[in-house]
């Protein structure tokens, strides 16, 4: 998905507040925030996809501000917060009728954890109460029968957000009784509030899949010249590939791998208009 005119709004929001997250320093914040429109600056009329530019623009506000992590109290809040929840989600999943669709629901309701998209509020003071109702309201795209079949072969699971990453770890087990083989991959180093492997462990995720990857410098989503020979050679032979959140979306919703199963919320103007939904409708969506 290529870069949308409303997305450098966006993107320098994000700048402004992570900067906030870890100075008050004026000056500072004022050099991250130029950092980050000359990158925009460069990159918008490329055209090129948005995941891809808000990347290099993160790695140069990182820089700037002299931090490897601005987003980690942020990170282990979510994570805090989805530990909390997790036994009651369990327990509601557990006592659906086919706990497979039950978990992959459960687990795109968790994309709401992503801080730092404009104008999308992340429940997380009340999540049991949003999570009943989001599960009510159901997918607007639905192809997880499909879904389900593909991942009897070896699935390679793409995760996305901090708190996402532990009620994705219900879906996962659910995989994981079916599959032949589950590949789970994580950012190679922190980037906004994704998942690294530190959350990976932290949450259990090594207890679940065969094996947990990394999608090597951290890019959000997927740069395909930053994989690891092995992560490549996973997406490359999966007989689906589960890819969680917008950024996933971003970067493969146009590339060679496939097929593709993009799990998410629409939480942006950009992406629901790319969908052909709206903004806040959940999607299982299968690409061949």
Avoid: W
Avoid at 25 to 38: M, P, Q, R, S, T
Avoid at 196 to 219: M, P, Q, R
Avoid at 265 to 287: T, Y
Wanted: glycine share 6%; aromatic share 8%.
């Amino acid at each position: 998905m290529r870069i949308y005119p409303i997305c450098p709004a966006c993107l320098l929001n994000r700048a402004y507040m992570e900067s906030r997250f870890v100075t008050d320093d004026e000056e500072l914040i004022f050099k991250a925030v130029g950092v980050a429109l000359k990158v925009l600056a460069e990159k918008y009329f490329t055209r090129s996809i948005n995941a891809h530019i808000a990347t290099e623009m993160h790695r140069k506000v990182y820089e700037v501000l002299g931090v490897e992590d601005p987003y980690k109290e942020v990170k282990e809040k979510a994570n805090k917060v989805a530990m909390e929840n997790l036994p009651i989600v369990k327990a509601f999943v557990e006592n659906q009728p086919d706990t497979f669709r039950a978990s992959a629901i459960a687990s795109i309701i968790a994309n709401t954890f992503d801080y730092g998209v404009m104008g999308h509020e992340v429940e997380d003071e009340d999540f049991l109460t949003f999570f009943i109702r989001e599960f009510k309201k159901g997918l607007k795209i639905d192809d997880l029968d499909e879904i389900r079949e593909l991942c009897k072969g070896k699935v390679c699971y793409l995760t996305d957000n901090c708190g996402e990453i532990v009620i994705d770890t219900l879906f996962m087990k659910e995989i994981k009784k079916i599959c032949e083989r589950l590949t789970v991959v994580v950012r190679g180093k922190p980037i906004i509030s994704d998942a690294t492997l530190e959350d990976a462990l932290a949450v259990g995720v090594d207890k679940i899949a065969d094996e947990i990857l990394t999608n090597g410098e951290g890019a959000i989503g997927i740069i395909e010249e930053e994989l690891p020979p092995e992560t490549l050679e996973r997406l490359e032979s999966a007989d689906v590939i589960i890819a969680k959140g917008m950024a996933n979306y971003e970067s493969l919703s146009d590339s060679r791998f496939k097929p593709i199963a993009f799990l998410l919320k629409a939480k942006c103007k950009p992406v629901a208009m790319d969908l052909g939904v709206e903004v806040g409708d959940m999607i299982a969506m299968l690409r061949r």
